[in-house]
């Protein structure tokens, strides 16, 4: 079976603080996914990578940026942490171009 | 853009019953679909993928269809059961590996 696993299931975090979001597969996807998911607001993409070393912005990409350096793990990293970050964060991962996606248990991070 | 819509947004169906959660999306040049069961506080889980070739996909008790040129997907799902209690989402794919997420139906099923 996949297995994306997420750093941590919950977080709180200050204001201003530097975060980071963690996530790793094990079955050596190519292609790997953030987003965040709100009530009302549904799952928006913030960043994706195809490949190690390369990141696209997705739809909403403002106050993080991403990381990979390794093809099994993909970082999401909240500059400076602010109140409207306080969200569910959803990491994924896919074999290929428009292959079926596999998440993680999701990080419910409160910012306060 | 692409939209998709997931209609109802709440359904609540007494054990047993068989049911069809609706699924539509606006621009019909789509690859794949996928739709995916997400528990309360939990990850998605993904349940099936049609390919756009394809009409069909079935899993168990699950039977997913996919009408391109209508915009439309439906899962349909057989003997329901308390278990089968969650939120389930359609997403779709357009450009690139990108998804475009539904909003989802929250089934519940009583016993």
């Known amino acids: 079976d996949v297995k994306v696993t997420q750093s941590s299931r919950y977080l709180v975090k200050r204001t201003g603080e530097k975060v980071f979001l963690e996530c790793v597969q094990d079955m050596d996807h190519e292609n790997m996914f953030w987003y965040r998911q709100d009530p009302g607001l549904g799952l928006r993409l913030i960043y994706f990578s195809y490949d190690v070393k390369m990141k696209e912005k997705g739809d909403i990409p403002e106050g993080y940026s991403v990381s990979r350096e390794k093809k099994e793990r993909f970082s999401l990293i909240l500059e400076s942490a602010s109140t409207n970050q306080t969200s569910m964060y959803l990491c994924a991962s896919q074999p290929g171009q428009r292959t079926e996606a596999f998440f993680g248990q999701g990080t419910r991070l409160t910012v306060v | 853009k692409q939209e998709v819509t997931q209609i109802p947004a709440a359904l609540s169906v007494p054990e047993g019953e068989n049911l069809v959660l609706n699924c539509s999306f606006t621009d019909s040049a789509i690859y794949n679909l996928q739709w995916f069961r997400q528990d309360p506080g939990k990850g998605l889980t993904s349940l099936l993928l049609?390919?756009?070739?394809?009409r069909e996909q079935t899993s168990g008790r699950l039977n997913a269809s996919l009408d391109k040129s209508s915009g439309r997907s439906t899962l349909y799902i057989a003997a329901s059961q308390p278990g089968d209690s969650a939120t389930y989402l359609c997403?779709?794919?357009?450009?690139?590996?990108?998804?475009?997420f539904g909003e989802g139906t929250q089934l519940t099923v009583n016993p």
């Open positions: 997403a779709v794919y357009t450009s690139g590996s990108r998804l475009t």
């Open positions: 049609i390919q756009s070739s394809q």
